[in-house]
Structures are given as structure tokens and as C-alpha cells.
């Protein structure tokens, strides 16, 4: 029996939590640019220099008054000056006046409240204005953050909007981890290069494409290096150089039941190696373990296999190796389009849409082929819905369904 044919199925949660609890501590620290900063992990917390906003202004463009000075029933006030966006005025504001103020600007000294321009009437100087709230329409001082406030938590993956208050905080550079460094490594000597002309029994290496792209959405810096040939001799000598070029290690095929060994053998002579059957489908193989010191997980070679386990079991791990807190996608819960009734020992995570029913609410539609070795129900879904161990749905039962948005 060779290394991966045995042993009981492992439920898929405690397979990432495995992986979670092997993680190796993130790659050392550096400070970048803002601008440089997409997708990368905070390595320390961040507080704010300011209060933000610095001073209380207007969120619409109307005109700044004391509430108390305008009458329950509305009431006439005096216009004497006029603030926009960028400037400031330190006149303060005398019972009876008011100044018209565009959106962003700060209030005069004396003002607590806005009118919209659209709910007042003009009259030369003068406007009439409907009765006011106090405060309404002002964004006051450090009501969204205060100076010395945490900004940001250490371990946060760094999207547009966390950019986007960083700034605001007026804060220009960010201490993260540096991206983590993982060498890809093929396995099959059936595989050939897209452009490359195929000989019988040759098909295209896809996974190379998929899990490298894959991984760079997600901000890890990948080492590609191709196709290892099925041999012993050329499997450890590729192993060998990539443990020692990246952090972590992925490699595709060769792990699956009645696999030449070359692969397993290989490993083994550079580190350990332990073999999984998780109860996912697609992808059932996996193995874990280490190649001169270094991670190394081995996925599936069908590319729907690779493509799923990558998202559901590699991605928690990559991102915990990136120094990231956050790593499991949020599911939905969505009424089944279909009707599921042969129960699988092992937990499915289907290629479906989203799809407005009669109602207009969305439900789960699946694609009519499943296989792992296809990819193109992938790409004309949405997300995958999980159906779990045994589990069956009838129609319009909730089922989860995780976004393919949310795995980026
Ligand atoms: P294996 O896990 O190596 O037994 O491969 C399982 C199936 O996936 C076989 O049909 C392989 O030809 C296919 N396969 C393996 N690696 C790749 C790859 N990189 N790209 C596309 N198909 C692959
Ligand atoms: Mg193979």
C-alpha cells in the first residue's frame, strides 16, 4: 500500500485546524508606503495622531446656526458670512446669525447645528429656516476617532478602506510583514505548458495558473518552478531548492491513491510527510508536512480538487503565515434552488449561483457537472454551497454558500 491510501476521513474543520495550529510565525516586519500597502498584514497596532475629525464641520452644505435661535415654528436669521470646504472662520456667531457653510467646512465659533441650503429660503441677506435639532448635520470632533484611539489592530489584511482611514489619520507609512514567499511546484509527467503542442496522453498543466494566481491575490510573492518530472532523483533536487528559496512549499498531484511514489518518496527523505483523507469533495488527498524544515502541502492534482482545497483548507493557513488574525470565509445562508438527496460521507462544496427565484430572492443554483477534473462550472459560478456529511436538502431549505468574493 503506498503512503496516502489509508486512514480514516478527517473532518475538513479539523484539517485547517491542524494546519492552523502548525503555522509557522509570520515573515519578518518592514515598513512601506501607504501606497504599497494593498493586501498586506499590520504587524502592530496603529493609533491615531489626531482627532478625526480634527474640528467639528458640516456635513451638508446649508448654513451654520445656534438651534436655539431659531423659533419651534421657524424663523428668520441674518446671514453675515460664508465658509467653504478648506477655510475656517474664528468670528463668532452672534443670537440672530447664521453662515452659509458647504460640506466639510468648520462651524464658526457659537454654532452647534446645520440647515440643508434645500430646506431653507433665501432673502438677500436673510433666510428663513424651518425649526432645527441641535446638532443636526455637524460631524463633530473626534467623533470618529479620537487622538491616541486605536486605528487598526495588529493582524489586519489591509483593504482599501483601512488604507483609506490610515490616511485619513493623516498616518503615511505602515509597519506589516514582508509577503510570504511560496515556491509552486507541479507534479505529472503527463503535464505541458499551455502554447507547448501535446502528445498523446498529454494535457495542460492548469493548476500551475490557478493556484498561482490563487496566491497572488492574496499578497503572497509566488516562486514558480514548473514541473517536477516523475522521478525520484529530479523530485528532491526541486524540493531541495525551493525549500531553500521560500517559506513555505505547494506542490499539485501526486499525492492521490495509486500515485507513483516518487513524489511521497521524496518528501520523505527531505522531512516528514503525513497524508490525509479529508472528508471534502472535491479533493480528498492532501498531505502535510516538511521539506528541509520548511511547510509543505501537497494538493490535489484534478484542477476543481486543487481549486477547492486551496480556498477552503491552504488560504487559513497562508494567511496565518502571513501574520494575519482573520482567516475563515464568512458563509451565507441561501434557500436551495435544488433538491439534494444522496448523502455523502464526505462534505461537498458544490459550484452553484445565486439566482433570483419568482420571488425575486436568491437561491442556490448548482451547475449539472460537478466533476473535479473541470473547471468550467467554476467559473460560471458565483460561490460554492456546502452541503454537509450526510446532509440532505429538499427544495427551498437554507443552505450555506460561501461567495467566491469572500476568499479574496
Ligand atoms: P494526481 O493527483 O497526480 O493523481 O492527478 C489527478 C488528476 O489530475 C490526473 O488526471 C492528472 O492528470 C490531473 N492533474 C494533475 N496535475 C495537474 C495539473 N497541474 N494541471 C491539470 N491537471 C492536473
Ligand atoms: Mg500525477
Given at each position: ?126 433666510i428663513w ?8 448635520h455637524v ?78 491575490g492574496w ?190
Open positions: 500500500m503506498s503512503l496516502c491510501d489509508s486512514g480514516d476521513l478527517l473532518p475538513v474543520e479539523e484539517a485547517i485546524e491542524r494546519l492552523l495550529a502548525q503555522a509557522p510565525p509570520p515573515p519578518p516586519t518592514e515598513v512601506i508606503a501607504l501606497t504599497e500597502a494593498l493586501g498586506r498584514v499590520t504587524a502592530e497596532e496603529v493609533f491615531s495622531p489626531i482627532d478625526l475629525p480634527g474640528w467639528s464641520n458640516s456635513a451638508m452644505d446649508g448654513y451654520a446656526l445656534r438651534a436655539f435661535d431659531v423659533p419651534e415654528q421657524g424663523g428668520h436669521l441674518q446671514v453675515v458670512g460664508r465658509i467653504a470646504a478648506g477655510h475656517s472662520s474664528d468670528v463668532p456667531l452672534q443670537p440672530g446669525q447664521t453662515v452659509r457653510i458647504f460640506t466639510g467646512a468648520p462651524l464658526p465659533p457659537g454654532a452647534d447645528s446645520v440647515v440643508p441650503q434645500e430646506r431653507c429660503r433665501v432673502y438677500g441677506q436673510r429656516c424651518p425649526p432645527v435639532r441641535l446638532g443636526e460631524r463633530r470632533r473626534g467623533e470618529e476617532l479620537q487622538r491616541g484611539q486605536r486605528v487598526m489592530s495588529a493582524g489586519k489584511r489591509l483593504r482599501a478602506q483601512e488604507i483609506g482611514l490610515l490616511a485619513a489619520a493623516g498616518i503615511p507609512r505602515v509597519k506589516v510583514f514582508r509577503p510570504l514567499r511560496v515556491c509552486l511546484l507541479s507534479s505529472g509527467d503527463e503535464l505541458r505548458e499551455p502554447g507547448e503542442s501535446l502528445a498523446p496522453g498529454q494535457i495542460y498543466n492548469s493548476n500551475r495558473y490557478l493556484v498561482a494566481a490563487l496566491l497572488r499578497g503572497v510573492t509566488v516562486h514558480d518552478y514548473g514541473v517536477m518530472a516523475d522521478a525520484l532523483a529530479t523530485s528532491r533536487d526541486a524540493l531541495l531548492l525551493a525549500s531553500s528559496e521560500c517559506d513555505l512549499l505547494l506542490t499539485t498531484g501526486g499525492v492521490s491513491v495509486g500515485e507513483e511514489d516518487h513524489l511521497k518518496q521524496a518528501i520523505q527523505a527531505l522531512g516528514k510527510i503525513e497524508c490525509w483523507r479529508l472528508a471534502i469533495q472535491p479533493g480528498k488527498p492532501l498531505a502535510f508536512g516538511q521539506v528541509a524544515g520548511k511547510p509543505w502541502i501537497g494538493l490535489p492534482g484534478n484542477p476543481t480538487a486543487a481549486l477547492v482545497t486551496t480556498l477552503i483548507v491552504v488560504r487559513p493557513f497562508l494567511l496565518r503565515a502571513q501574520g494575519a488574525e482573520r482567516v475563515l470565509p464568512v458563509p451565507i445562508s441561501v434557500p436551495a434552488a435544488f433538491e439534494w438527496v444522496k448523502p455523502n460521507k464526505r462534505r461537498q462544496y458544490l459550484r452553484a449561483r445565486l439566482s433570483p427565484g419568482s420571488d425575486g430572492q436568491l437561491r442556490a443554483v448548482l451547475h449539472p457537472q460537478q466533476s473535479s477534473a473541470m473547471l468550467v462550472a467554476a467559473c460560471w459560478a458565483d460561490g460554492l454551497v456546502i452541503i454537509e456529511r450526510e446532509q440532505q436538502v429538499s427544495k427551498g431549505a437554507a443552505v450555506s454558500f460561501l461567495p467566491f468574493t469572500g476568499f479574496e
